[in-house]
């Protein structure tokens, strides 16, 4: 009779450790929107391209993440304002840092330089932050975007079985962007503003492949994106049903992010609130944009949105998506300060399977 062979158990990064600490305590404040933020400079081409990219033959406004690179200065300057607003986690500017988002500037070569820039823009900022504050500990939060093709949705009418992308392109990508986040020194993995699931599904598996190779496992934070009022997800997915799609990725945080303005998101919050083993986030837009794409919730009105989820027990870190500044986190954290954080809930073991709809059985 042969034996079973069961895999040691992975190690753990020591920012899990740390993180756990911070989230027992109390209500932990993300930082706000970048690209926002990086509007307010009105860069121009010129900016965006620097000395080392002066004569790139095609545009390069716009590539946010390139500015790491050409003009790190914005960046940690940003990083520093969500700080000094008082959040304990801010996200690198990496949104796109994938080779299938920069394949648009025909800048696929330097993914993981790009990446190595944002961790390292975001780590001076929050170092910079701890020794203003002696004791204060501030994380970075490697951010990973949700990707311009879908794996779930056709570009093409016409063609509903086609994809612009596959899984194995979607992994590759994600992979090559999750090991520069982690060889920089990211505290902790953002899977975000996630719109398609199979998307998210195909970066929380080139996550585990990650981690089993190297042996070590870091926090993974997971956020959707409820696109409208009918609470699904652009690729239809319910909040439960998608919960139960990325559980088994033992996430330490699930939530929502972007699309819509904070009271638009309290019924998703609330559903995940009672279905969640794991921390919950809520980091929502500054309102929905208006007619001039812009958001119009000021920082008094987001501050008392979350300040109620807060109250109500729903939330574990709170924080702010587009349109958001650091005046609309500084107010957030002012609005939360002293409440407790949710507690996490004892959920019976079933079985959870999931489709558009989830199933209990």
């Given at each position: ?140 939060a490697g951010a990973i975007g949700p990707l311009n093709r879908t794996l ?149 009105d987001m501050a008392a949105v979350l300040r109620e989820f807060a109250d ?50």
């Open positions: 009779m042969s034996a079973v062979v069961t895999a040691a158990p992975l190690a753990e990064h020591p920012s899990y450790a740390a993180l756990r600490e911070l989230f027992a305590k109390r209500i932990v404040v993300l930082d706000g929107a970048m690209g926002s933020m990086v509007q307010t400079y009105q860069l121009s081409e010129a900016d965006f391209r620097g000395e080392r990219f002066k004569d790139f033959p095609h545009d390069l406004k716009g590539n946010n993440d390139l500015l790491c690179i050409t003009k790190p200065s914005v960046i940690e300057e940003i990083h520093a304002a969500y700080f000094a607003a008082g959040a304990d986690i801010v996200e690198t500017n990496s949104f796109s840092a994938t080779t299938i988002g920069m394949a648009d500037y025909h800048l696929e070569e330097i993914v993981t330089e790009l990446n190595h820039a944002a961790v390292a823009c975001a780590r001076r900022a929050a170092r910079a932050a701890e020794r203003a504050t002696p004791g204060r500990k501030c994380f970075v779930s949705m056709s570009p093409d009418v016409n063609r509903p079985d086609y994809r612009a992308v596959t899984w194995a392109q979607v992994v590759t990508a994600y992979t090559q962007q999750i090991e520069a986040l982690i060889d920089a020194g990211a505290d902790t993995l953002l899977v975000e503003t996630i719109f398609d699931t199979l998307n998210s599904k195909a970066a929380l598996f080139a996550i585990d492949e990650v981690f089993e190779r190297r042996g070590v496992r870091l926090p993974v934070m997971v956020s959707v994106t409820i696109t409208d009022a009918s609470g699904r997800t652009l690729s239809g997915q319910t909040t439960e049903a998608f919960y139960n799609s990325i559980r088994h990725a033992r996430p330490f945080s699930v939530g929502i992010n972007c699309a819509l303005g904070g009271r638009a998101m309290r019924p998703y919050i609330e559903e995940l609130s009672r279905i969640a083993e794991c921390h919950v986030t809520c980091y929502p837009n500054a309102g929905l944009p208006n007619a001039f794409g812009g958001y119009d919730e000021t920082p008094a109500a027990g729903l939330v574990n870190l709170v924080g702010g998506c587009c349109g958001s500044t650091p005046p609309h986190i500084a107010a957030i954290a002012k609005a939360v300060q002293g409440l407790k954080p949710r507690a996490l809930p004892n959920i019976p073991p079933a079985l959870r399977l999931s489709g558009l709809e989830p199933l209990t059985a």
